[in-house]
């Protein structure tokens, strides 16, 4: 399987990634990626970037390197209705957003039920283009309703190749990830592959996510982003302006 475009990247911008926009664009062309999502931490996540670095996002040029860019974000579920921490006049304006759980910034109750319906709730949001690693076991959901509502709104799921890395910090995530796969087979249900990438070395490398894939047999044609052209008309944003 070929990905053309990684969906789920960090700069310096965040707090706690480690290089530029430029390093990053570089690396993912060097890679033979044909493009790159950059999506900083939205502004709720404790060391990340203040508001104007998203509100300037349309100085940045679309290319470096020969490589497309889409500038976004990954925003912060902060609770059961699905609120997110930029507005939606400034999401209108982002190439591209993935919404996430992340422990210090949401602030609901985490039991299944509340979870599931924290994304059921952010997945109507029509500037959320794809949810984050939702293997993260440390938000429980039920997996079933998150692959129909992913497919009814047209939202992507995604499968974070950090997530898997058997060192990594979030939860059960294998587990959680073959019952993601099995639910979005069962739906029709498209993900993307996304590393998560917080350094320039970790850009298009996706050993865990290919590994799982090939585990359950799912199908190609549910992979968003085996090419640039596939991913930014699956994005709920450019479908809407159809
Ligand atoms: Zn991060
Ligand atoms: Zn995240």
């Not at 060097?30 to 996002?57: E, R, S, W």
């Not at 006049?89 to 996430?100: F, P, R, Y």
Request: proline share 3%.
């Amino acid at each position: 399987m070929n990905i053309e475009i990684d969906t789920h990247s960090h700069t310096l911008a965040s707090g706690h990634a480690y290089n530029t926009i430029r390093e990053m664009a570089s690396m993912a062309a060097d890679k033979g990626l044909k493009g790159l999502a950059i999506t900083d931490h939205a502004v709720q996540m404790p060391g990340t970037c203040h508001i104007y670095y998203f509100q300037n996002m349309r100085i940045v040029p679309r290319r470096m390197y020969g490589i497309e860019l889409l500038m976004g974000t990954e925003l912060n579920i902060v609770n059961e209705a699905g609120e997110v921490d930029l507005s939606q006049e400034l999401l209108s304006e982002l190439d591209i957003a993935i919404a996430s759980m992340h422990l210090p910034c949401y602030k609901g109750e985490r039991s299944k039920e509340m979870i599931t319906q924290a994304y059921t709730n952010v997945m109507k949001n029509e500037y959320v283009d794809i949810i984050g690693h939702p293997d993260d076991g440390r938000f429980p959901v039920d997996f079933e309703v998150l692959a129909r509502e992913a497919k009814r709104t047209g939202t992507l799921l995604e499968v974070n190749n950090s997530s898997l890395r058997p060192e990594g910090f979030r939860m059960n995530t294998m587990e959680n990830c073959r019952s993601m796969l099995a639910e979005c087979k069962k739906y029709g249900t498209m993900v993307v592959l996304g590393t998560d990438s917080h350094i320039d070395v970790d850009i298009a490398e996706y050993p865990y996510a290919y590994q799982i894939l090939e585990e359950v047999d799912f199908p190609e044609e549910l992979v968003a982003n085996t090419s640039l052209e596939k991913l930014k008309t699956s994005l709920k944003r450019m479908r809407k302006t159809k």
